[in-house]
């Protein structure tokens, strides 16, 4: 088994205390460099903002619409909402700039806009159930990042974008493994890692960075190093950067501004990918469920939800040629 929970009852407390005692020093010390590197690259653009110029944002909503005056390239649609109240700011997934434009809480505004500020039961909730789905399979990385063995041979690969009608949230990862099918307990283990997840409440943060250090970055998986100059090239040379605690990954965004947000979640499935793997590098595709913490539903209908996450998810191999579909592959 690859995962950190055989041999004992509670798998919870298991996967706890062995995360401490085995997971792997190398990994700390990369996931580590690679969060100083995102902080460091924060800090640059920060302080290169130069003079600080004003702009206007309009907010439009409860409890009233108001114009805020901030600062250009610093302030944040979560600095906004915090001017309008405390529970803005614990309730919001995502901000919608000029009507059109899903933004990421915690990135700057560039200019003056319009924001509104949108959440999980708006009268029109896809745009931040998108963010939600996506937000899942993200911090799912994050999880199977700290629970496997360093023996497993884990690689985080992609994630596609969210399909909200299929059922599940997805992450594709490579293991050394062939034939590696989770337990039931090791499932339930990893789910009750993505709640403790969401307990710490931490910020889901966003960075533009170049391609070269993005590729500093994730200097020790091949998958993200063969990806990046796709995705720098779709992108005038950038690659999007998210960081959750010290976790990052590629994805395009939008997601949603704190692992607070999330709810109900299960991990369900795990399904070999047999297309694409060979000796030593096994693919895997990673399926799971969840309801944002602020809708609740009763215990028969979340179970019909589980059982239908447990279906392969259809969404693009992460197999398939990356050039050709980059944009399905990273989400």
Same mark, same amino acid.
């Given at each position: 088994m690859?995962l ?5 009852r509670? !798998? ?35 302080e ?13 909503g ?12 610093l ?7 915090? $001017? ?12 919608l700039?000029?009507?059109?434009t ?5 990135? #700057? ?8 500020l ?7 909730? $896809?745009?931040?159930n ?6 899942c399979?993200f911090?799912?990385g ?6 496997f063995?360093?023996e ?7 994630f !596609?974008k ?8 997805v $992450?594709d990862?490579?293991?050394?493994e062939?034939?590696?099918? !989770? ?34 970055m ?6 993200k ?6 995705v ?18 590629i994805?395009?965004? #939008?997601?949603m ?6 709810g109900?979640c ?8 047999k ?8 693919f895997?595709?990673?399926q799971g ?10 215990h028969?209908?979340?179970?019909v ?10 969404a ?10 980059v ?5």
């Amino acid at each position: 088994m690859s995962l950190n929970v055989h041999r004992i009852r509670s !798998p919870a407390l298991h996967l706890h205390h062995v995360m401490k005692k085995h997971y792997s020093v190398a990994a700390k010390s990369a996931a580590t460099r690679a969060s100083e590197l995102f902080s460091d690259e924060q800090r640059r653009q920060r302080e290169n903002v130069g003079r600080i110029e004003k702009i206007e944002v309009r907010y439009l909503g409860l409890p009233q619409d108001t114009t805020l005056v901030m600062n250009r390239e610093l302030s944040t649609p979560y600095d906004c909402a915090r $001017h309008i109240g405390e529970k803005y700011c614990k309730q919001t997934a995502l901000a919608l700039l000029d009507n059109k434009t899903p933004w990421d809480m915690r990135r #700057p505004l560039r200019d003056s806009c319009t924001l509104q500020l949108l959440n999980f039961t708006s009268p029109e909730p $896809h745009v931040a159930n998108k963010a939600f789905w996506r937000s899942c399979s993200f911090l799912l990385g994050a999880v199977l990042q700290a629970s496997f063995k360093p023996e497993a041979g884990l690689f985080l690969h992609s994630f !596609p974008k969210p399909n909200i009608k299929s059922g599940s949230f997805v $992450h594709d990862i490579v293991l050394a493994e062939e034939h590696w099918n !989770p337990t039931v307990p090791e499932l339930r283990a990893l789910s009750i890692e993505m709640i403790k997840l969401a307990q710490k409440d931490l910020p889901i943060e966003r960075l533009d960075v170049s391609s070269e250090l993005a590729l500093e970055m994730f200097h020790d998986n091949p998958f993200k190093r063969e990806q990046i100059p796709s995705v720098a090239s779709q992108n005038s040379g950038q690659v999007t950067v998210y960081r959750v605690g010290q976790h990052l990954d590629i994805s395009k965004g #939008p997601m949603m501004g704190s692992t607070g947000l999330l709810g109900r979640c299960t991990i369900s499935a795990a399904h070999p990918l047999k297309e694409g793997s060979e000796s030593g590098k096994h693919f895997y595709r990673m399926q799971g469920v969840a309801l944002p913490a602020a809708l609740r539903i009763g215990h028969f209908a979340y179970n019909v939800l589980e059982n239908r996450s447990r279906k392969l998810n259809s969404a693009k191999l992460p197999t398939e040629p990356f050039e050709d579909s980059v944009a399905e592959q990273v989400a």
